[in-house]
C-alpha cells in the first residue's frame, strides 16, 4: 500500500513527531511504500492569500504535497491539538492543497459537490491537553470535523480518529501510557 504521512505539528521533539515517525517505520517495516509531510521540517508557507480566487506566486510545494496525495492509497495525519484545532501550519496545509479542482469540484447549475478524492482512506491521530471524552462527545468537535468537513467532503473515508488527551495531566500522563497510544495508531497498520 501507498502510504502519505502528514506530521503536522510544528515541533520535531513533540510526542506527536515521535509518534509520527514510529509509524512511518512500522508501515516500512510492513511493506509499505512511505511518503512524508513534516510540518516541523518543511519550508512552507502556510498562509492562503488570496483565498482561491488567486494563485499565490509559489504554488511548488503544494502541488508536490497533491502529487503525493493522488499517489498515496491511505494518509495518515498526526497533530496535537491547540485552541480546539489543527495548529496553524497544518490547517494551512489543508487549504493550499485541498483545493477546488483538485480535491472536489461544484457544478454550477446544480450547485453540487464532486468528491475528487474518492477511493483513498485516512486516519487522523491527535493529541491534546484536554480529556478524550471531550472529542468524543461534543458535535462539532475536531474528529467529528477531520471526518465529515474535510477528508469526506473530498471523498477521502476515515478510517480511524484517535484522540491521546489529558497530556499535561501528571498522574495520568506517563510514558508507558504514551507507549501505549503509539503502539496503538501502528495496530491499524496491521489489517
Not at 447549475?109 to 471524552?133: Q, R, Y
Request: include cysteine.
Amino acid at each position: 500500500m501507498k502510504i502519505l504521512v502528514v506530521q503536522g505539528n510544528p515541533n520535531p521533539e513533540s510526542f506527536t513527531h515521535a509518534n509520527a515517525m514510529n509509524y512511518v517505520d512500522v508501515a516500512k517495516q510492513n511493506g509499505n511504500q512511505v511518503s512524508i509531510i513534516d510540518l516541523s521540517q518543511d519550508n512552507f508557507d502556510p498562509v492562503l492569500r488570496y483565498g482561491y480566487h488567486k494563485h499565490m506566486d509559489d504554488e511548488s510545494y503544494p502541488k508536490y504535497v497533491q502529487d503525493l496525495i493522488t499517489k498515496a492509497d491511505h494518509i495518515a495525519f498526526f497533530f496535537p491539538v491547540w485552541w480546539s484545532a489543527e495548529p496553524s501550519v497544518l490547517k494551512g496545509l489543508i487549504d493550499r492543497t485541498l483545493t477546488p479542482r483538485f480535491a472536489y469540484s461544484r457544478d454550477n447549475e446544480t450547485g453540487k459537490i464532486k468528491k475528487l478524492l474518492t477511493g483513498k482512506t485516512a486516519d487522523v491521530f491527535i493529541t491534546s491537553h484536554a480529556p478524550t471524552i471531550f472529542y468524543k462527545s461534543i458535535f462539532g468537535n475536531v474528529i467529528f470535523r477531520w471526518k465529515n468537513m474535510i477528508l469526506n467532503y473530498c471523498g477521502i473515508k476515515m478510517q480511524h480518529g484517535f484522540v491521546l488527551g489529558k497530556m499535561d495531566d501528571p498522574k495520568k500522563d506517563t510514558a508507558q501510557r504514551r507507549q501505549k497510544y503509539m503502539q496503538k495508531c501502528a495496530n491499524t497498520l496491521i489489517k
